[in-house]
T-cell receptor, first 118, second 117 residues
């Protein structure tokens, strides 16, 4: 079964500081996908980044970067030079690719509330 | 295309009443998912459709819940005899089958927030 754990609940940072969100996952599949989503107060989930299980290369996309380590089943996410507009709930999610390429449902963690203080 | 639309945005109902929510996906998306999100938790999968066929239902979906997607376009989620434990945000998402795990991924709606009093 899929499981995603986000340990921290609320994280407060002062504007321009970096913030790192931790994510640990569990899966029996060898092929899987990891995501980070942002949920602003308006409610919709906004896709941020995606990584598949056979590519551990860490990348930077603008102010976002991620650290994917299969050895520790972790997929951590960093916002560099945080801004007030980054205040939101951030979810880590896992999708397994079944043999029949069927339901690619997402399993979400509990989320991290990020508060950026001006 | 304006993305995934959900209606209503908010619904307050008395315990025991029936409620129905609507989701309009992106027009070219053939898959439609329903998730439920309770306060302080991440979204949890409820059910999904490919075109008009409901292919999977979570054990979270009790007999009081029913979902339809009659013409493979919009979907409705009905809750009968609502209970206080049904209070949650109900999120709809759509996708192109097989592309969920790409950067095109899912597109989520803004959700319907249900409060049962």
């Amino acid at each position: 079964a899929q499981k995603v754990t986000q340990a921290q609940t609320e994280i407060s940072v002062v504007e321009k500081e970096d913030v790192t969100l931790d994510c640990v996952y569990e899966t029996r599949d060898t092929t899987y996908y990891l995501f980070w989503y942002k949920q602003p107060p308006s409610g919709e989930l906004v896709f941020l980044i995606r990584r598949n299980s056979f590519d551990e290369q860490n990348e930077i996309s603008g102010r976002y970067s991620w650290n994917f380590q299969k050895s520790t089943s972790s997929f951590n996410f960093t916002i560099t030079a945080s801004q007030v507009v980054d205040s939101a709930v951030y979810f880590c999610a896992l999708s397994e690719e079944g043999l029949d390429y069927g339901n690619n449902r997402l399993a979400f963690g509990k989320g991290n509330q990020v508060v950026v203080i001006p | 295309d304006t993305g995934v639309s959900q209606d209503p945005r908010h619904k307050i109902t008395k315990r025991g009443q029936n409620v129905t929510f609507r989701c309009d996906p992106i027009s070219e998306h053939n898959r439609l998912y329903w998730y439920r999100q309770t306060l302080g938790q991440g979204p949890e999968f409820l059910t999904y459709f490919q075109n008009e066929a409901q292919l999977e239902k979570s054990r979270l979906l009790s007999d009081r819940f029913s979902a339809e997607r009659p013409k493979g376009s919009f979907s409705t989620l009905e809750i009968q005899r609502t209970e206080q434990g049904d209070s949650a945000m109900y999120l709809c998402a759509s996708s192109l089958a097989g592309y969920e795990n790409t950067n095109y991924g899912y597109t989520f709606g803004s959700g319907t927030r249900l409060t049962v009093v």
